[in-house]
């Protein structure tokens, strides 16, 4: 019984729920530190919950995919070179 309720709570613990929750916590903090709590949390997870076969990692990235989406728009957004609005008139006859 001990060891069902330890796999339950890890399997909690690393649901794709608990991950956004966690990076979620972190909001405030730089993308680069969110984006490694969360690939470390599917790292860490392999070593509860092997996953010895590309299909398993890809899986897990599928349940995951909300959040790798949503990072690599904003990682995306925050890359691309902000554009300038249409300058006066007084800074183009300076």
Same mark, same amino acid.
């Given at each position: 019984? +001990? !060891?069902?309720? @330890? #796999?339950?709570?890890?399997?909690r613990s690393y649901s794709p729920k608990a991950t956004m929750e966690a990076? &979620?916590? *972190? %909001?405030?903090?730089?993308?680069? @530190? /969110? !984006? #490694? #709590?969360? =690939?470390?949390?599917?790292? =860490? &997870?392999? *070593?509860? =919950?092997?996953?010895? /076969? &590309? %299909?398993?990692?890809?899986?897990?990235?599928?349940?995951?995919?909300?959040? +790798? *989406? %949503? &990072?690599?728009?904003? !990682?995306?957004h925050n890359a691309r070179p902000q554009r300038r609005g249409p300058s006066?008139? %007084?800074?183009?006859?300076?």
């Amino acid at each position: 019984m +001990l !060891a069902d309720d @330890e #796999v339950e709570a890890w399997t909690r613990s690393y649901s794709p729920k608990a991950t956004m929750e966690a990076v &979620r916590r *972190i %909001s405030h903090r730089p993308l680069s @530190e /969110r !984006a #490694v #709590v969360f =690939f470390a949390r599917l790292e =860490f &997870r392999g *070593i509860y =919950f092997t996953q010895m /076969r &590309r %299909s398993h990692w890809l899986s897990l990235l599928w349940r995951n995919r909300q959040m +790798l *989406i %949503s &990072r690599s728009y904003e !990682a995306f957004h925050n890359a691309r070179p902000q554009r300038r609005g249409p300058s006066s008139p %007084s800074e183009e006859t300076a």
